[in-house]
């Protein structure tokens, strides 16, 4: 089945420790994204990627780095520099231009 | 920077009434507006989504309205049902770039 699939779903760090969640579509699509949610808040964007080695910075990236080196795959990485970490964290994907996006399941980052 | 915004944090229905969630934006520039439904605990899905040049779209139990003029978007819900209980967003997007979206609207429904 095609998809969009985040990893783990829940993540427990200790404070001042990088983590990387992990998500990975086999939709084909060329656009992937990154949103942080907090508690009765919208989604916001983290970075976005639309095509492979390329990504630009949304509205929250300080403390937050990503890569894109295959299509399928847009890996976060949340850095000790990220002040308040603790969030859940969705990853979508769509097609170029395309008014949806897909989104996986979340990940829920806890950091003590 | 401009935004997508909703007009309440919460709605209570009984089941069968229609529901009627409302949502204000910014940005005249933007070439879709979505609503996407969210329930606990999962990532957002797609309900349905309006180009900038419709000012109306139906779907299955579902409408969007969308008034350029006053910039208002909304999604009606015809005879709601308890599983529509649901965190509801809109969001926007301008080609090239990701979407954004607004806070949302908890709707609950009573049967």
């Known amino acids: 089945d095609g998809g969009i699939t985040q990893s783990p779903k829940y993540l427990f760090r200790k404070e001042g420790q990088n983590v990387t969640l992990s998500c990975e579509q086999n939709?084909?699509?060329?656009?992937m994204y990154w949103y942080r949610q907090d508690p009765g808040q919208g989604l916001r964007l983290i970075y976005y990627?639309?095509?492979?080695?390329?990504?630009q910075k949304g509205d929250i990236a300080e403390g937050y780095s990503v890569s894109r080196e295959k299509k399928e795959s847009f890996p976060l990485t949340v850095t000790s520099a990220q002040k308040n970490p603790t969030a859940f964290y969705l990853c979508a994907s769509s097609y170029l231009g395309g008014a949806e996006a897909f989104f996986g399941q979340g990940t829920r980052l806890t950091v003590v | 920077g401009e935004s997508v915004g909703l007009h309440l944090p919460t709605l209570s229905v009984q089941e069968g009434d229609n529901s009627i969630i409302n949502c204000a934006y910014s940005n005249s520039a933007s070439d879709y507006f979505i609503w996407y439904k969210q329930e606990s605990g999962k990532g957002p899905q797609f309900i349905i989504d309006?180009?900038?040049?419709?000012d109306k779209r139906q779907g299955q139990r579902v409408t969007v309205l969308l008034n350029k003029t006053v910039k208002h978007l909304s999604l009606q819900i015809a005879a709601t049902q308890p599983g529509d209980s649901a965190v509801y967003f809109c969001?926007?997007?301008?080609?090239?770039?990701?979407?954004?979206f607004g806070k949302g609207t908890t709707l609950s429904v009573s049967s």
């Open positions: 939709l084909n699509h060329d656009a």
């Open positions: 969001a926007e997007n301008q080609a090239g770039t990701a979407l954004i």
């Open positions: 309006i180009r900038s040049n419709m």
């Open positions: 990627s639309q095509i492979v080695n390329d990504f």
